[in-house]
């Protein structure tokens, strides 16, 4: 009889440890599926953006000749920071760099990690939008140039 009551309160603390530590991975699971929500939403928009500014005839290098900027770094190697990168491929501004914390080399050496020397640049362009806080944060550790998000490309590059 005692062995079947020690069994039976095994039983019910190992199903109240399960049934807890389960809870605890899905609510993790579910808060990681929002973020992934929200900055993958915030992407879109800066997308959206981004076709607007250049379907009513807009510039991105427009905003760096107004600011006197020739060399630039980008931090951020993803979709946005890649399509920036090919925007200014075929104009007068020079991406010096793209600054990644997830840095893998690529051909041309342009890739750097976040432990690397800062290149001699006018100002950073922080393309990830939803972790803006967290990169300007550490960046302005590192250094006191100008930081640039996409969003003042877009809204300052409507004029001239």
């Not at 808060?31 to 915030?42: E, G, T, V």
């Not at 950073?124 to 550490?138: A, L, N, R």
Request: glycine letters at 10%; one cysteine or more.
């Amino acid at each position: 009889m005692r062995k079947k009551m020690i069994a039976g309160l095994v039983s019910m603390a190992s199903f109240a440890g399960g049934f807890f530590l389960g809870g605890k991975v899905l609510v993790g699971m579910v808060n990681d599926y929002k973020r992934r929500m929200k900055r993958n939403f915030s992407n879109m928009m800066l997308f959206n953006d981004w076709l607007d500014f250049l379907y009513s005839g807009g510039k991105i290098e427009q905003y760096f000749h107004n600011q006197g900027y020739k060399r630039i770094m980008i931090y951020g190697n993803g979709y946005i920071g890649k399509r920036l990168q090919q925007a200014l491929i075929q104009t007068d501004i020079e991406v010096a760099a793209v600054m990644d914390k997830a840095a893998l080399p690529n051909e041309d050496g342009l890739v750097i990690g976040l432990d690397s020397k800062m290149p001699d640049v006018d100002c950073i362009v922080i393309t990830p939008v939803y972790y803006y806080d967290e990169i300007s944060g550490m960046l302005r550790k590192k250094t006191g140039l100008p930081l640039v998000t996409m969003q003042m490309l877009l809204n300052m590059s409507y004029c001239c």
